[in-house]
């Protein structure tokens, strides 16, 4: 455990140090979701559980809950993320049955910055990892036609930071595909800045339906589905669609 103290109240507020793990990305409406190492120590945070990451993503109390049935607990406290807003991925620049190239500008407007670091800003390598990982999903989006509506960080190996990434650039982030898996697939995934390369590594996404595992929540697919398809329309190149194989 560790102590800081937040600005406003001067109250210090312990973390717990947990092992960086995303559970859901943005790919399914549940936008993202990390175990944090902490939630940023702000007077109006001091409420956030460790890790549940809602307030610090700008979710107040006030914000309309999604009604999850049995997983609601779970989302509330964070361990799950559904409300969690960071869309990572700006553009997708080209695209195959193999290969997806995409692109995240960072600028100073990104309010996490102002914690990390406030002397130093830049983009926090668990955001570069999540940002992988929503480049492989619509891969797998892409490959599979959309006939799952989460794709689900399941494991990542071998993951290795290098350059930073500060406001006023833009990481170029690739994710190759590697091959099938039980439930999913596997993606060399690789962000660079010009020519230096800030994350590298592998991942395994599991894709399945929110109804295999809880029936009170198949009513839900069919939003997630739309939800996801309008996302596509904005992020995708032109010529890319749902139907057919697309070699750009």
């Known amino acids: 455990m560790e102590a800081r103290t937040t600005r406003a109240s001067g109250k210090p507020v312990k973390y717990k140090k947990i092992r960086t793990r995303p559970q859901c990305n943005a790919l399914g409406g549940p936008d993202a979701a990390f175990s944090m190492r902490a939630c940023h120590a702000r007077a109006c945070h001091a409420r956030c559980p460790p890790c549940a990451g809602l307030q610090c993503a700008g979710i107040t109390d006030t914000t309309p809950p999604i009604d999850l049935g049995s997983f609601g607990s779970a989302c509330r406290t964070g361990s799950l993320g559904w409300r969690l807003k960071f869309n990572l991925l700006d553009k997708i620049e080209s695209l195959s049955e193999q290969r997806l190239v995409a692109v995240k500008h960072v600028t100073l ?31 797998l989006h892409h490959r599979r036609r959309f006939a799952c509506t989460m794709a689900v960080l399941k494991d990542a190996r071998n993951v290795k930071y290098g350059h930073f990434v500060a406001p006023g650039d833009f990481l170029r982030m690739t994710a190759e595909f590697a091959k099938e898996t039980p439930g999913g697939a596997a993606f060399k995934i690789t962000g660079t800045v010009g020519d230096a390369t800030a994350i590298a590594g592998k991942i395994e996404l599991a894709y399945f339906n929110l109804g295999e595992k809880n029936p009170d929540l198949a009513t839900l697919d069919g939003r997630l589905s739309e939800h996801n398809r309008y996302r596509w329309s904005l992020l995708a190149p032109a010529g890319a669609n749902l139907e057919q194989n697309v070699t750009i």
């Open 109 to 139: 407007a990104e309010e996490y910055l102002a914690d990390h670091f406030p002397t130093f800003p830049v983009l926090p390598g668990v955001l570069m990892l999540e940002a992988a990982t929503q480049a492989a999903g619509w891969l």
